[in-house]
């Protein structure tokens, strides 16, 4: 259950481009994802719709959120497409996560389904698709006696509830993701998104890149740098309307420690992100926020592992994982704090590790 236990390290690599990729330091990353982060930033001339890719930034997977959203440096399973692709290398077979998750007293619904498997020694590829729905949505647009037609609900008129319908709305991301280790200790990875939105009649298409590195210099210690949406994902609406998704950067780390068969892993990240969200961000410099992240996990042997974070608004999330041979069983809980009319989140996650035995 332990990410450090799925880690797989090669023979030292040959002398040549993975050999000086190798020498890379945990700063030489930071640059590096700073670099991609101005690179990604919207010019002037385009406008940034705040929120836009909001349903992108949920999460997947029960044990990432019962870890607050630390999981960029510790995406050791299916997920690693969606959080940092360059994590898919950890994974020595394949591996298959379906996930669903209820939030607000059952109004909004979200799953995911991933799968991912090592191509040849240092390759991993992985696809993901997510979906997140509100259902039966009442539509009340037709259904006004409007006896002057001025669309408004004036004196004497009213409204003729056989005329109400019920729609949908539905966002969906399907990610295409490649991973590379260039080394025992850094890997490297990409993925290609495809989002779709609608409401009700109306839709909305688009197309986006992430991207990341995993930089591993012990067995225990984990780096991540992970790039959401690098090139600005462009949504393009059926009515004329465009929204442009900013990049989000996050920045991971993990350490695991085992005492006997205990292990202990602490988790930290911090996402930047680009779209002018001022005070209901933890900091903000300009249109620049940062939102912190933190989990630990307590895990005995491979059986059993018990979860808790606190997410980017401080809410605390709880949660708890069993293994029973090659299935892994995740559950995560979550409120919204004061706000009880919001309801709870509750998620379970089942994954599939086809490399151990019935």
């Keep these: 259950m332990m990410c450090s236990q799925d880690l797989l390290r090669p023979n030292p690599p040959e002398c040549g481009f993975g050999f000086y990729v190798s020498m890379l330091t945990p700063r030489h990353i930071l640059l590096f994802a700073g670099v991609i982060a101005m690179l990604a930033s919207p010019t002037r001339s385009q406008t940034i719709a705040p929120y836009a890719g909001e349903f992108l930034s ?3 997977g029960a044990r990432s959120l019962a ?35 209820e939030r607000f007293a059952g109004l909004l619904n979200y799953d995911l389904a991933a799968a991912a498997t090592p191509y040849g020694e240092k390759t991993t590829l992985g696809v993901t698709l997510l979906r997140l729905g509100v259902d039966g949505i009442p539509d009340s647009r037709n259904a006004l006696i409007d006896q002057n037609g001025n669309g408004l609900l004036d004196p004497g008129e009213r409204l003729d509830y056989n005329r109400i319908t019920y729609v949908n709305s539905s966002d969906w991301a399907f990610l295409v993701s490649y991973a590379h280790r260039a080394s025992p200790e850094l890997s490297y990875g990409l993925s290609i998104k495809l989002v779709r939105r609608s409401l009700a009649e109306f839709t ?38 465009t929204e442009l998704i900013a990049p989000t950067v996050r920045l991971g780390g993990a350490y695991s420690v085992k005492v006997g068969p205990v292990t202990i892993t602490p988790a930290l990240e911090c996402a930047i992100r680009f779209e002018n969200r001022g005070a209901v961000s933890a900091a903000s410099i300009g249109a620049v926020s940062f939102d912190p992240y933190a989990g ?40 919204f704090g004061e706000t009880s009319e919001l309801g709870t989140s509750h998620r379970i996650s089942l994954r599939l590790r086809l490399d151990q035995p019935f």
């Design 58 to 60: 949920i999460g997947a």
């Design 67 to 101: 870890m607050g959203g630390a999981y960029t440096a510790l995406a050791s399973d299916a997920s690693g497409g969606y959080w940092n692709p360059s994590a898919l290398t950890l994974l020595s077979d394949a591996d298959i996560m379906l996930m669903h998750e």
């Design 204 to 241: 909305a298409t688009g197309i986006g890149f992430d991207a990341g590195i995993l930089y591993t210099p012990t067995a225990s210690l984990f780096l991540g740098v992970a790039v959401q949406d690098i090139t600005t994902t462009l949504l393009a609406w059926s009515t004329g309307r």
């Design 296 to 335: 630990l996990e307590i895990g005995y042997g491979e059986a059993i592992a018990l979860r808790g974070g606190v997410n980017e608004i401080g809410h605390a999330a709880l949660g708890a994982g069993l293994q029973i041979k090659r299935l892994h069983v995740d559950y995560a809980f979550t409120g």
